[in-house]
């Protein structure tokens, strides 16, 4: 926590440049050792599995300076089963493609369905269509987190109202592993309300003036959703979505990771 | 992990021809290998001479503009939007983009890598052959903009391609339409130059007495090499002739002989047989060609103002019939073309004849008439210009055997017959034309002919039943052409016994099949080893829709259209109705098809045909149309039991 409250500040306050690449190279060092002891604290064990050794290296491999077109992105969604993780809800499902810069590669998509441990409640059943006895035949969340994060890499990681899922993601990587995911987020709504902000005429559509739910924000946007309510039907439709973003911010002089976190960033 | 749900990328492609013809497990495996990309307005995707291209781009939402550049001027080429693609032919060829492509609206694509681009060039032969087909159409599209046929675009106009399928299924050879005009090399220029003011050509090929051409001499060569250049009339042609010549093979299709012109730039070109000259054919036919797609070969009917403009028309109507069928136009599409020009020509010439006549002197129609279409041509299946099969009834003047009115329109009628005559629609033999005073008639004489073939119905009435009861009001007042169906169905009603007449006739045709569905052919004399097409496919099937048509009261004279109106009134089952409908369609393309081939190799067209000849398919499609056609007769036997 006192890191990630420092770090913050370093990217507020304008230090002069070889000060910031020195304290965060300095971060990432101790950051590294971190990781291993979180995990050796919470497991018992000290032998790190190769598949979260990457987790390891994502801040140092981290630079800002790199364009947004040349940049890697892992564009993804979960399905839930309810709103609240402090209450017991837990991940049904995790999408997620790939993009390098504005091109979507479909091909490296990523979708698994998580045994969620517990009886679903019914509410969800409606929307998803997953239903309890579909899910017992599933990988328990450990598992899927161990594809997905050699999956991620050290790529960006992009989604719409980022937060939400990130907190099931890093529950589980804390009930999992003991340490959460070190990759930088984007949230795309962040994304629509910067981009509301510098256009306000072309968000005139919009049903209120701070609508970022994701269906209005696509319906603006012309994109029309690839099988809504699927891990990752949601992830390609927010991908199309932050294709068309990256289009827009470039226009207005965003190019860089670094400011492309500024404006969209999740900490 | 668990199986990727892309349904709807798969579908769309399933929508998208060519990918529609690739197998399921290939389309599902596709969006694995796609990349999406954005492009906003305005965007240069591909820029021409820049590097190959990587992917094949389809248009997901959006449009592009493909555009070329010559002279520092951006020619529009087209326009692509949602489910089509650009890049492939640089994706083919491996070389620069030969043309811009913009996005003129906000665009989404699909990228299909090369590799799987090439794999699945390789491995599936539909898409194979889309994309070659694909590729040398555009080489000819950009060789057109860039020799500057069509205009450069302005800052708002825009150049609309006319869809070009002719200049890939029309051969040089077909273009050919006269003898071309030779000489020998030592002829005088004065000569040539006569013979080519006597011939009405725009050049003359100099050819050996082997008839193998050395050179060519044409109109601008006159001007520009003996003219301008202060040589006399006295000159050999040998000295001012162009050589050697260009030349294509009759096999080549169009595109390649255009592109070889351009390439020579020159306006004439010879087609050559081996070493022989076979014709001359010349940027003009090109143009004519490209003005020979149906709608414009019908304007061109409306255009002329005499009988011979009209006769010159008809080569346009056969090559367009030749490019739908190659295109693979269906049976009954084809024939409502040839039907449509056929009937438009007829008015054509009727109206031309009527005013002529009135010019002469003879003066307007004394009364109302309807010109009649009989037979097949009444029933609108006419397979390019079969004989003149037609009739006109006029008001019944006063008195009725007024001469004066006869003789008009006898006159007519001989005038308008020898005018289709000379348009290339041959003479009915039985003489069942307007020209006939027999068919010349009025309204009440009509009358009482159909009115003694019901109730006489000797085999000769029966026989001008099949022709004269599908007659159809062609060209003046069609108001007399009904009053005669009404009477016709009032006439029938009241003799049904009539029905039973003609059914009885009707099933002497019957489809050539033995035990176990097994063909039958001729036996013996002309025709050995063949069956005959017509007589005992199609006739069985027009009699008998014409027969429960006429039973029904249904006015239609179209065979597919009775078809329809007679399931409709559940004489059969719907079922029925497509087999019938299908096996109608696949007989009567079969026999244009022929007629075709037949037309190619100058053999008289014929209707019998060797199934030997026919493909396995298409052997046993039309056993399934023969069983078809006996099970109508089946049916046809049943209703009308056979008069005693």
Redesign the interface.
Known sequence: MINRNKERKGKRVPYPENFILKTISMFGFFKTKKIEDLYAKHTGRHDIPEALSKQCEVKTAYDPEVLITQAVFVVFDTETTGLDFKAGDRLLSLGAVKMIG??????N?????IDPEGPIPRSSIFIHGITPTLATARPHICDVLL?FLPYIDTALLVAHHAKFDMQFLNRAMHGCFGFPIQNRVIDTALAAAWIRRMQQAEFAGLQTPSDTRFDAVAAHF?I?A??RH?A??DALST??LF??FI?ILM?NGVKTLRQLVRIAGVS | MVEIPYNKIIDFFRGIVPFNELPQDILNGLPQKILIDYFPKGTLILEQGGSPCDYLYIIQTGAVEKTVRKDGVDILLEYRTEGEFFGSASLINETGPAFDVRTHEDTVCYLLPKETFNKLMQNHVGFHEYFAIRVSKLAYRLKKAQTGIFAPRGPSDTVVFRSDGYLFNVTAGDLVKRKSVTCSPYHEVALVAKLMAREGVGAVVVADVRSRPLGIVTKSDMTNRILAAGKTGSEPIRTVMSAPVVSVAPREPCFSALLKMARFNCHHMCVVQGELLHGVISQHDFIVLQGSNPLAVINEVEKQTSVAGLARVIDAVDRVVRGLLNAGVSAKDVTAFISECNDRLTRRVIALTEKSLQEEGVGPPPVPYCWLALGSEGRKEQTLRTDQDNAIIYADPEPLSDVTTHNYFLHLGERVVSGLESCGFPLCKGNIMASNPQWCQPETIWKRYFARWITKASPEDLRNCSIFFDFRPLAGAAIIAQRLRAFLNEEIATNRGFLRHLSTNALYNGPPLGFFRALVVEKAGDHKDKLNLKMSGLVPVVDAMRILSLSEQINATNTLHRIELVSRRQVFSKEMAADIREAFNFLTLLRINHHMAQKDKEIEPSDYIDPRTLSKLQKKTLIEAFHVIRVLQGELKVRFPESL
């Open positions: 504005v091109r979507v590669h479909l091909g998509a990523f979708y698994e369905l594809k012309g029309t690839q099988d699927t990752l039907g991908a199309l294709q068309r289009n226009k």
